[in-house]
Antibody
């Protein structure tokens, strides 16, 4: 059974760095072809893809946010991570991780950026 | 970057009737391996998105066969036959040929 669960700080202040963790089970990011993506959704809006990381450590970023994003993984502990630097109120959203191609998603974690 | 354009923005359907949602990509999603990397997702109210269709026309596990996907290299359709109340939500197309991008979503409501 595949499961994913996101965790994050809940609330943070503008200019801080947002650190998110995706803890998953039922598959391994060391297996050929496996990947995990991060997607976010501001309240009442659509889905915005942020970044993907693959079994071979290939990484891809949304070009509109690329300079602020860092994706990484810990294969031994079945975790993927996303860091977003210099956050502002526009980064307030629910953040999801999903196994690519999106056949399994986490429940999402709400992140609020506020002073 | 590949842009995914969905239509309509919303659709209202009588239970038992059919509904179709269109998606157009700014670039061919047909890979040289013969696979078309378009996907359809449904986000029910208050829930995480779920995969309905993968690689243009393949039904994801556990998805009723009332859902079907079709298309060409750049134009794609999700068809829902015999719409039920549980089908309400926002439908998104997505592409995985290059990175990942989503359409803006189509809201399905029941009349």
């Amino acid at each position: 059974q595949v499961t994913l669960k996101e965790s994050g700080p809940g609330i943070l202040q503008p200019s801080q760095t947002l650190s998110l963790t995706c803890t998953f089970s039922g598959f391994s990011l060391s297996t050929y072809g496996m990947g995990v993506g991060w997607i976010r959704q501001p309240s009442g809006k659509g889905l915005e893809w942020l970044a993907n990381i693959w079994w071979d450590d290939d990484k891809y970023y949304n070009p509109s946010l690329k300079n602020r994003l860092t994706i990484s993984k810990d294969t031994s502990n079945n975790q993927a991570f996303l860091k977003i630097t210099n956050v502002d109120t526009a980064d307030t959203a629910t953040y999801y991780c999903a196994r690519i191609p999106g056949d399994h998603w986490g429940q999402g974690v709400m992140v609020t950026v506020s002073s | 970057d590949i842009v995914m354009t969905q239509a309509p923005l919303s659709v209202s359907v009588t239970p038992g009737e059919s509904a179709s949602i269109s998606c157009r990509s700014s670039k061919s999603l047909l890979h040289s391996n013969g696979i078309t990397y378009v996907y359809w997702y449904l986000q029910k109210p208050g829930k995480s998105p779920q995969l309905l269709i993968y690689r243009m026309s393949n039904l994801a596990s556990g998805v009723p066969d009332r859902f079907s996907g079709s298309g060409s290299e750049t134009d794609f359709t999700l068809k829902i036959s015999r719409v039920e109340a549980e089908d309400v939500g926002i439908y998104y197309c997505g592409q995985l040929l290059e990175k990942l991008t989503f359409g803006s979503g189509t809201k399905l409501e029941i009349k």
